[in-house]
């Protein structure tokens, strides 16, 4: 699955969105998020049914990661139909994003 870039339009591709949604939320400086980069892009490329985003918090110009209280990153949220379900703060293996993503 495609990954989309959301520095512009949260509302339009996750609070709008039906189904499941999980941004990660990062930095082009950040090590731990350049780790957990390519990890988001393997699982995603093996989804189909969950919607795969990126914010980074740097070009986010509408001031979402604050509104969400996004403190460090990276951070991953999974939305469900718009809505929070849970976060992750922190590098996640391959293993351990697959977790977070099934249904608990």
Known sequence: M?????????????K?????????????WCGPCKMFGPVFERVASETDNIKFCK???DEDTNDV???LGV????????????????RNIGYLSEEDLKIF???K
């Open 16 to 28: 709008s969105s039906k189904g499941k949604t999980i941004v990660d939320f990062w930095a082009p």
């Open 71 to 86: 403190m460090s990153i990276p951070t991953t949220i999974l939305f469900e139909d718009g809505k929070e379900k849970k």
């Open 55 to 57: 914010l980074n918090v």
């Open 2 to 14: 495609k990954i989309i870039n959301i520095e512009n339009n949260f509302d339009e591709e996750v």
């Open 65 to 67: 990661s604050k509104d």
């Open 101 to 103: 993503l099934e249904d």
